[in-house]
T-cell receptor, first 113, second 119 residues
Framework: NAGVTQTPKFRVLKTGQSMTLLCAQDMNHEYMYWYRQDPGMGLRLIHYSVGEGTTAKGEVPDGYNVSRLKKQNFLLGLESAAPSQTSVYFCASSYQGQSYEQYFGPGTRLTVT | AQSVAQPEDQVNVAEGNPLTVKCTYSVSGNPYLFWYVQYPNRGLQFLLKYITGDNLVKGSYGFEAEFNKSQTSFHLKKPSALVSDSALYFC?????????????????FGSGTQLTVLP
């Protein structure tokens, strides 16, 4: 099993450009999450999904959109990138149920100039 | 609102010595508590969790954590540190108060503690 994979690993964008980050998991997990990690701030939840076709806002959703058209995939979109979105983005997944741990992907390092 | 604090940004310990990484939390009801570790340029890996039951939880790589309800703490410990334990450690909490929903069910992470084990 590959676990949780993320594409791409690195990306540099100019302000105003758009892009989509792809997350895929092969563990048949119901829940999927997108986080951003910034120095000294831990991980902050952007959006999450509790099942195929459903999405919900997390702590810092502004400037991002998500889609979960297939159970195994969770896409994070930036429609008009801003320098404040420079960060490392992590995708995670978990079994249904709040007591289960999350499995993380390797991350995408995004720089917006 | 739920929150978690890791009061130390950096912890240094000599190899072979015991280590402690501190975590305190705040929830309105019962907490689910987790520890994750992050090695350089990698995603987070699950170490251990407290859901209910015994206050001393054992996890991966010889780590353990003690849940203390009166002090609202969940400190991570290891009896004998290894150089390979050097990494960034995150504590996380989820409020499991009956009836809580939405953001209250999300996992809140601390800011992380960089552990350096010196040879």
């Amino acid at each position: 099993n590959a676990g949780v994979t993320q594409t791409p690993k690195f990306r540099v964008l100019k302000t105003g450009q758009s892009m989509t980050l792809l997350c895929a998991q092969d563990m048949n997990h119901e829940y999927m999450y997108w986080y951003r990690q910034d120095p000294g701030m831990g991980l902050r939840l952007i959006h999450y999904s509790v099942g195929e076709g459903t999405t919900a806002k997390g702590e810092v959703p502004d400037g991002y959109n998500v889609s979960r058209l297939k159970k195994q995939n969770f896409l994070l979109g930036l429609e008009s990138a801003a320098p404040s979105q420079t960060s490392v983005y992590f995708c995670a997944s978990s079994y249904q149920g709040q007591s289960y741990e999350q499995y993380f992907g390797p991350g995408t390092r995004l720089t917006v100039t | 609102a739920q929150s978690v604090a890791q009061p130390e940004d950096q912890v240094n310990v000599a190899e072979g010595n015991p280590l402690t990484v501190k975590c305190t939390y705040s929830v309105s009801g019962n907490p689910y508590l987790f520890w994750y570790v992050q090695y350089p340029n990698r995603g987070l890996q699950f170490l251990l969790k407290y859901i209910t039951g015994d206050n001393l939880v054992k996890g991966s790589y010889g780590f353990e954590a003690e849940f203390n309800k009166s002090q609202t703490s969940f400190h991570l410990k290891k009896p004998s540190a290894l150089v390979s334990d050097s990494a960034l450690y995150f504590c996380a909490v989820r409020d499991m108060t009956p009836g809580s929903s939405g953001s209250a069910r999300q996992l809140t992470f601390g800011s992380g503690t960089q552990l350096t084990v010196l040879p």
